[in-house]
């Protein structure tokens, strides 16, 4: 089957580090990836998207990669703040059967030490 | 310009019951996608209505139902409840269906669903 997974639930970093989160998909017929930022008490929130043409795309403090050859994304968060603390979640569209519908992964929490 | 907007935020149900949720997209938004985000199973998929018309539906039973009005409003609808349908019902709009051009799908904050 389908799946989009994240290496780690639990990712702790010190304040002004630089974070990593990783995430494996399996669909290699995947074309389009999101990261999705979900706060407490929140719904999740868009963060930055990639496409499969692309090995990497930049936002404003995030980074994300993508390895097709290994079927691996990942974001890159720098000069991690305590308000990036929320559960980091990747998402995947496409494939033939898959279009309309985003899958999402299992999410990782951030947890920013002071 | 108002977000997604889901109601009720909290309910409480027993077995058996029914329960419909409303979700308000974003102005000028005409896709609406409803998740359900569980502890265990993460956010799952239910269904995408488009110009009042579904176009995906999930891997759930017949008991959940939705439907989307001409101004593009959607409601979700679960019946005969049961306790395993307890979870966190969230609403995503975007301006194009979600298959199209973009995944930037904005969430609303959520129906919290207990069945007890």
């Known amino acids: 089957g389908e799946s989009v997974g994240l290496h780690l639930p639990t990712l702790s970093v010190q304040e002004g580090d630089n974070s990593i989160i990783n995430c494996a998909y399996s669909?290699?017929?995947?074309?389009?990836f999101i990261w999705y930022k979900q706060e407490s008490g929140k719904g999740p929130q868009f963060i930055i998207d990639i496409r499969s043409n692309m090995d990497k795309r930049q936002g404003q403090r995030v980074t994300v990669l993508l390895n097709k050859t290994v079927k691996h994304l990942s974001l890159q968060i720098a000069a991690t703040q305590p308000g990036d603390s929320a559960v980091y979640f990747c998402a995947e569209k496409g494939g033939s059967s898959n279009t309309g519908k985003l899958i999402f992964g299992q999410g990782t929490t951030l947890q920013v030490k002071p | 310009k108002a977000g997604v907007t889901q109601t009720p935020r909290y309910l409480i149900k027993t077995r058996g019951q029914q329960v419909t949720l409303s979700c308000s997209p974003i102005s000028g938004h005409r896709s609406v996608s409803w998740y359900q985000q569980t502890p265990g199973q993460g956010l799952q998929f239910l269904f995408e209505y488009f110009s009042e018309t579904q176009r995906n539906k999930g891997n759930f039973p017949g008991r959940f139902s939705g439907r989307q009005f001409s101004n593009s409003r959607s409601e979700m609808n679960v019946s005969t409840l049961e306790l395993g349908d307890s979870a966190l019902y969230l609403c995503?709009?975007?301006?194009?269906?979600?298959?199209?051009?973009?995944?930037?799908?904005?969430f609303g904050e959520g129906s919290r669903l207990t069945v007890l």
């Open positions: 669909n290699s017929a995947s074309d389009y």
């Open positions: 995503a709009s975007s301006r194009n269906p979600s298959g199209e051009n973009t995944g930037e799908l904005f």
